[in-house]
Nanobody
Framework: QVQVVESGGGLVQPGESLRLSCSVS????????MAWYRQAPGKQRELVAM???????NYADSVKGRFTISRDNVKKMIFLEMNSLEPEDTAVYYC???????????????WGQGTQVTVSS
C-alpha cells in the first residue's frame, strides 16, 4: 500500500506566499520523479513542476520565477514554495510520485487527494 499526502494549502492574498508539502509512505522500493499538478474549476489538470530523483526540475511557464520545487529523498518528500501568488494560481494542487514497490516491480504513478490553494483579496 502506498500513500501520497499533501499539506499546506490555504487562503492567501495576492502577492503572498505558501509552501506545500507532499510525503510518500508505504511499501516503496524506489521513487523516481515526483511532481505537482493543479486543477482549477472548469479546467484540465496541468503540470506545475516536477523533480527527478537526481533533482533535475521542470516548471510550467506560468510559474517560472515564482515557484520552486524541492525534494528530500531520505524523507520521500517534495515541497513547492509559491511566491507572488496570483488569483490565477487558485486551484486544487495535487502531488504525484512515480515509483516501484519492489526491485523487479512495475513502475506506477500514485496520486494524493489534493490540497486547496485560494488566492483572493
Amino acid at each position: 500500500q502506498v500513500q501520497v499526502v499533501e499539506s499546506g494549502g490555504g487562503l492567501v492574498q495576492p502577492g503572498e506566499s505558501l509552501r506545500l508539502s507532499c510525503s510518500v509512505s508505504g511499501t516503496i522500493y524506489m521513487v523516481d520523479a515526483m511532481a505537482w499538478y493543479r486543477q482549477a474549476p472548469g479546467k484540465q489538470r496541468e503540470l506545475v513542476a516536477m523533480i527527478t530523483e537526481g533533482l533535475a526540475t521542470n516548471y510550467a511557464d506560468s510559474v517560472k520565477g515564482r515557484f520552486t520545487i524541492s525534494r528530500d529523498n531520505v524523507k520521500k518528500m517534495i515541497f513547492l514554495e509559491m511566491n507572488s501568488l496570483e488569483p490565477e494560481d487558485t486551484a486544487v494542487y495535487y502531488c504525484n510520485a512515480d515509483l516501484t514497490q519492489s526491485r523487479f516491480g512495475v513502475r506506477r504513478v500514485y496520486w494524493g487527494q489534493g490540497t486547496q490553494v485560494t488566492v483572493s483579496s
